[in-house]
């Protein structure tokens, strides 16, 4: 092992929580290493984490190919223009998201070099004294010694023990890389990720079935926005069926084929009718992911884990131990990327000496199947089991212009306001592009807004963001263009 190495700060992981943490700790003037395992389909380094390299940004690239092409036969003869014979090139579809990924990828590699952070591939394990032993993928090991580590690990799926991954069986990862639309696609888990990856495969013509053990659709989510969302799920095709608890998931030969040559999986499940069988040609596992701490820490460092193996933080993403932090989905709170974006930039300025600190009551949620689903802040069930008076307002983008024009009227934007104080308890959004109009919702809560205070800002006409505007005026009754 050669010489051991100082750092003012070293981060083991380099995806959204890591990187961010890395690349400010260097902006601060500290010393910064940053240490990621993670290898691109070239088999060489790819910074980024899930997010980049199989998560946020490869399956955004699908979502947008897809939804291109379910436009194309769905949506482009209301405007006049006609196809015939339409197809899809999965390969070419995969290339241009693969070229994305390493777009990305490649990017972080140049901020860290821009910003003299000093990276490290291999796997990092913090030793008792801020000591980090690193196993290089040449074989090698180096041994860095930090004033500040920041552990931002990340997350794994999760794997059933009855449906092991394998070429029929897959996660996220699996799900990006088919190399042809599967005829059936059976989906585990109506959440984030398995809407988005069976909305890319049922736009391109795949027969998609999707079990929810919860007897409720997106529960987190508002229910009048989940409604909203199901009904124009089961328009595109989408067979979604909850209370539906899978047992069993086994790849068997098809009947006259020879063994090996093709193969389907028989997908065993149990609702509110008894026992049920679907048969699938790939059946992808979305039920979760989990904090990836395992092989993390060595003995005696005093870093404490949940029965889960969620590494115990503060309110600051401090550990307890001096000088150890942790960020991002290996700590509590929402597995999302932007979430550890910000714990990253916050630890990095603790270190520093400066102020830190991360609102978790105005992180957006969004769900980019389409129509969209966004939302910030309190729904109405939880704030009704708060005892918290509220008042509503709602608006349709079937009553939005600029929605109607482009031909996608689903949905609507509503506003929950504090029955006395007014101020913006949260919002709700389903339809076009709400991913990026939640985010006068985050602002105005940021601020301690008023629902009044969204009414009265003037809003561009005819755009998707009047929605905003008269659910606001909604609120107090006053909106114009719908019967309050």
Known sequence: MSEQQQFDVIVIGAGPAGYHAAIRAAQLGMKTACIDAALGKDGKPALGGTCLRVGCIPSKALLDSSRQ???????????????????????????????????FTGGIAMLFKANKVTAFYGYGVLQPGNIVKVKQHDGSEVELKGTNVVLAAG????????????????????????????????????????L???????????QVTVLEALP???????????KTAAREFKKQGLDIRLGAKVSKAEVVPVKGAKKGKAEEVHVTYSDGSGEQTIVVDKLLVAVGRRAASKGLLADGVGVKLDQRGVIEVDEHCHTGVDGVWAVGDCVRGPMLAHKGFEEGIMVAELIAGLPGHVNYDTIPWVIYTEPEIAWVGKTEEQLKADGIPYKAGSFPFAAVGRAVAMAEPAGFVKVLAHAETDRVLGMHLVGA????????????????????????????????????????MAVDKRAIHKAN
């Open 433 to 472: 592009n709400v991913s990026e109009l939640v985010h006068e919702g985050v602002l105005t809560m940021e601020f301690s807004g008023a629902a009044d205070d969204l009414a009265r800002i003037v809003h561009a006409h005819p755009s998707l963001s009047e929605a905003v505007h008269d659910a606001a």
């Open 69 to 103: 092409f379910w436009n194309l036969g769905h949506i482009f003869g209301e405007h006049g223009i006609t196809t015939k014979d339409a197809k899809i090139d999965v390969g070419t579809m995969i290339g241009r998201k693969d070229k994305i990924v390493k777009q």
């Open 155 to 194: 997350s794994d799926s999760i794997e059933l023990p009855f449906a092991k991954f394998g070429e029929h069986i897959v996660d996220n990862v699996g799900a990006l890389d088919f190399t042809e639309v599967p005829k059936r696609l059976g989906v585990i888990g109506a959440g984030v990720i398995g």
């Open 216 to 226: 409720d659709f997106l529960a987190t989510a508002d229910k009048e926005a989940a």
């Open 196 to 206: 988005e990856l069976g909305s890319v495969w049922n736009r391109l013509g795949s």
